[in-house]
């Protein structure tokens, strides 16, 4: 891309200062990227309580110079151009669809409630032999992906393929602006109709806005969405059932895969793809439907159709051997895609040293000497320590990067592993699925058994900007990190909040606040139970005390003058009727004397806990904590004349008692996705998925036992799948004997007998599972809230309670 300022300043409809001649090559609405320079065009989007306008000083500090803003931050109109526009996310899409005019090749625009990027990527395997395609990376496919997506195009592709997903009314024809498809195709609907659409009819017609300008429509005939297809709109479609649909399709099962035969016009053929659920045979279908529509021969679709493979879309990140860390995306090698997982990489380093193991690039739409220099670039950019480069091609061009070792193909490298000496690390994985970058993977993974609680880092910034959204705009919040962020990782979550802008993070332990100094994290830790012994490693690794009693105050303070030191920040913690730790109102005159002419340390906030937030029935209890609070936290302040940050509220304190913000809250459960509340938790986003596999199926007969005692007896023919996950990873032993499920292929499995130490057994009678079949233990459904009801507990013993020998997987979506 180059365009000038002054050719976008009308499209978005901006008002502008600064220079107008100013050349553009990138757009990006991401601080964190490091490819934003002098060139990059940054949209400053403003979200429910992110707002990026936040981060432009420090762009500006990093080089960036053209803004596009809803308003010029205080002082800085002549450091840099801006253009200023009413929305800044209107202004994003305006751009990508004024820049979507200037390409004339056919796009394939997908929309529906399930397949859509599990179609694109398909579509690109099956049709990239023959095209230069752009598609759209990962599923992005929001009304922020999408214009991403669009503006990724350059001259040397022709054809693109982008996918579109909507949550509510009017939010495709803006998504239609900006495609521009030549080329639809509508994935399964799903028969709920979701959330933001009165009913199914709605949702539909919402979603076929898509294809209001397409030459064609491609989809499987059903009544309900012909009477919802505009009259003028030609159709393509499919179906096992209606002999009126243009290809009429029957399947057969073979093992392990199916034969579709399909009838179109004068011809009928055979095509064999490797999967046997209905999703994929329709979504292959969807894929097939357009290569007949692009007059591909039945022969080229039998060969390329048997060679689809399951997508995995996500980023994730692991352990691995010899303390590194790695960011798994072993399926893809395009330049869209390595720079997003460049950018998560910078996010998610838990280690400074940065390798990337890179495949030759596949379809970029670029000639090779031209790619490989912009991939250096990237590269460079991204400052990586080391490349490790796998394929003939990259190797050609190895010496555009500095630092680079080449291999001809995945296999010599795994022979030299030994020599690459992979230690203290974080190293990205990214290779086109043809070099099986599965196999390095599986080397550089920490062993664990099949069992893992994946987190969802989209669903913890989801959660956060929830809760942030109920705060006044001046108040401060801490996030509970505790207990290894409530079993969901510690340093990833904390490495997320500090981009996020949180203003504290909030600890148990000393240890867990010197593990994550230790790994870089940025943020002030307040340590709510700072044990005696721990003070000098406090003091050292800048961490900040909670002081909740006399004895405590004077022992830190004998440390701090022995160390001289100065206004060192501690947090003073009342009692104000938890009965935990703190103050209480008889200590208070003590606590003044001794706080009084002590220059080693200052107050930095005072703090209390409530006891029944969550509860109103305890309403009259909780208001008289925060009335005593406020007694004895101003005669603090008044007696000290002290202006301290005050806080007592946890996350369902911000719920109930939003009067009590004070100048900060204590976020913990409700970041993790709970809510003590049932009508809020239906706004958070679940976070954690606990997952294992079938290890083995066997079928008992009535009579017979399962387990130890024989707690389940089977009263007719009963299958039986062991899952190998049990109480010592946390599983409740009184979540089995039929009181729990777990989730197999959309059903739900009962857990019968006891769950044992590292297995448990359940009933699959009626489900259609193989060994290796992986079993959802927690996450959406079941859920812990739901779990934790079962078994009179609550949510955070579940969670808190998942074993350190679960692997944990962070991704990003
Ligand atoms: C754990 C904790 C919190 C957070 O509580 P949630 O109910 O998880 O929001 C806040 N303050 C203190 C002192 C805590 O110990």
Redesign the pocket.
């Known amino acids: 891309m180059s365009l000038k300022i002054q050719h976008i300043i009308p499209e978005i409809h901006a008002r502008f200062s600064g220079n107008p001649d100013t050349e553009i090559d990138t757009v990006s609405i991401d601080s964190r990227s490091l490819q934003n320079n002098s060139q990059t065009l940054f949209f400053a989007l403003a979200g429910l309580n992110n707002d990026a306008h936040q981060y432009i000083p420090d762009l500006i500090a990093k080089g960036v110079q053209n803004f596009v803003v809803n308003h010029i931050p205080k002082d800085l109109e002549s450091k840099a151009n801006f253009l200023l526009v009413e929305n800044t996310l209107q202004a994003l899409q305006d751009f990508a669809s004024y820049y979507r005019k200037s390409f004339h090749f056919p796009i394939i625009g997908i929309t529906g409630s399930n397949g859509k990027t599990i179609v694109k990527e398909w579509l690109n395997f099956l049709l990239s032999p023959d095209y230069n395609i752009i598609r759209s990376p990962k599923s992005y496919n929001s009304q922020v992906g999408v214009p991403l997506s669009v503006i990724s195009i350059n001259e040397k592709h022709n054809l693109g393929i982008f996918e579109a997903g909507i949550s509510t009314v009017r939010e495709m024809e803006k998504l239609e602006k900006i495609i521009q498809p030549t080329i639809g195709i509508l994935t399964n609907i799903g028969s709920a109709h979701d959330e933001g659409f009165q009913n199914l009819e709605e949702k539909i017609s919402e979603k076929l806005r898509l294809f209001e300008h397409s030459e064609v429509l491609i989809y499987q005939k059903n009544t309900l969405v012909d009477s919802l297809i505009d009259a003028t709109t030609k159709t393509f479609s499919w179906s096992f059932n209606d002999k009126n649909a243009n290809v009429f399709i029957t399947q057969k099962q073979l093992s392990e895969k199916t034969q579709l035969s399909i009838s179109y016009d004068t011809i009928s053929f055979n095509a064999i793809i490797p999967f046997q659920d209905k999703a994929s045979i329709e979504n292959a279908i969807s894929c097939l439907m357009a290569l007949l529509y692009l007059g591909y021969l039945p022969e080229i679709i039998q060969e390329r159709m048997q060679l689809l493979y399951s997508v995995e879309m996500r980023l994730k990140v692991k352990n691995g051997i010899n303390n590194t860390a790695i960011v798994d995306d072993s399926y893809s090698s395009d330049y869209q895609s390595l720079k997003i997982a460049l950018d998560f990489l910078e996010q998610q380093k838990q280690y400074k040293k940065k390798t990337i193991i890179l495949s030759d690039i596949i379809q970029s739409g670029l000639p090779t000497d031209e790619l490989y220099k912009k991939v250096s670039e990237l590269v460079t950019s991204n400052k990586i320590d080391r490349v490790i480069g796998v394929g003939e091609e990259i190797g050609t061009y190895s010496n555009s990067f500095k630092n680079i070792i080449t291999y001809k193909n995945t296999d010599d490298l795994i022979s030299d592993f030994k020599n690459l000496n992979f230690e203290n690390e974080t190293i990205l994985i990214k290779g086109a699925r043809i070099f099986q970058f599965e196999k390095i993977t599986s080397l550089l993974e920490e062993k664990t058994h099949e069992t893992v609680l994946e987190i969802n880092l989209n669903a913890i910034s989801h959660n956060l900007n929830f809760f942030k959204s109920k705060l006044k705009p001046q108040t401060k919040l801490?996030v509970?990190v505790?207990a290894f962020g409530?079993g969901s990782g510690g340093f990833e979550i904390a490495k997320l909040l500090e981009y996020h802008k949180a203003d504290y993070l909030?600890v148990?332990f000393a240890d867990e606040g010197i593990a994550l100094k230790s790994a870089g994290i940025t943020l002030p830790i307040m340590v709510?139970n700072p044990e005696n012994t721990s003070f000098s490693a406090i003091i050292e690794h800048n961490l900040e005390p909670?002081i909740y009693s006399i004895k405590g105050l004077r022992a830190f303070l004998k440390i701090a003058e022995q160390k001289n030191l100065e206004q060192f920040p501690v947090h003073i913690?009342l009692d104000t009727g938890m009965h935990r730790?703190g103050f209480q109102e008889d200590d208070l005159d003590e606590l003044i004397a001794t706080l009084k002419n002590t220059p080693s340390i200052k107050v930095k906030s005072i703090?209390s806990?409530m006891a029944t937030?969550?509860d109103l029935t305890h309403h009259e209890f909780a208001k008289s904590q925060i009335a005593l609070f406020e007694k004895l936290s101003a005669r603090l302040m008044q007696e000290l004349s002290i202006n301290p940050i005050r806080?007592i509220?946890?996350?369902?304190?911000?719920s109930n008692y939003p009067e009590a913000q004070y100048d900060m809250v204590?976020?913990?459960?409700?970041?993790?996705g709970v809510s003590?509340d049932p009508s809020e938790t239906k706004y958070l986003e679940n976070v954690g998925t606990l997952k294992s596999i079938i290890s083995q199926i066997r079928t008992i007969q009535s009579g017979e036992s399962v387990g130890y005692g024989r707690r389940f007896m089977a009263s007719k023919e009963t299958k039986i799948a062991t899952i190998p996950i049990g109480y010592a990873d946390g599983i409740p032993r009184s979540w089995g004997n039929q009181l729990g499920y777990v989730m197999i292929k959309n059903q739900k499995a009962s857990i019968v007998g006891s769950v044992c130490m590292d297995m448990l057994m359940v009933d699959v009678s009626t489900i259609d599972c193989l060994e290796g079949d992986p079993v959802i233990i927690f996450g959406e459904d079941p859920n812990v809230t739901y779990i934790a009801e079962k078994l009179g507990t609550i949510p955070?013993e579940i969670l808190t309670g998942i074993s350190h020998r679960v692997k944990r997987v962070f991704y990003r979506e």
């Open positions: 801490m509970m505790k409530y909030g148990a709510l909670e913690k730790l703090l806990h937030s969550d806080h509220l946890n996350t369902s304190g911000i204590r976020l913990g459960i409700g970041l993790y003590n955070y």
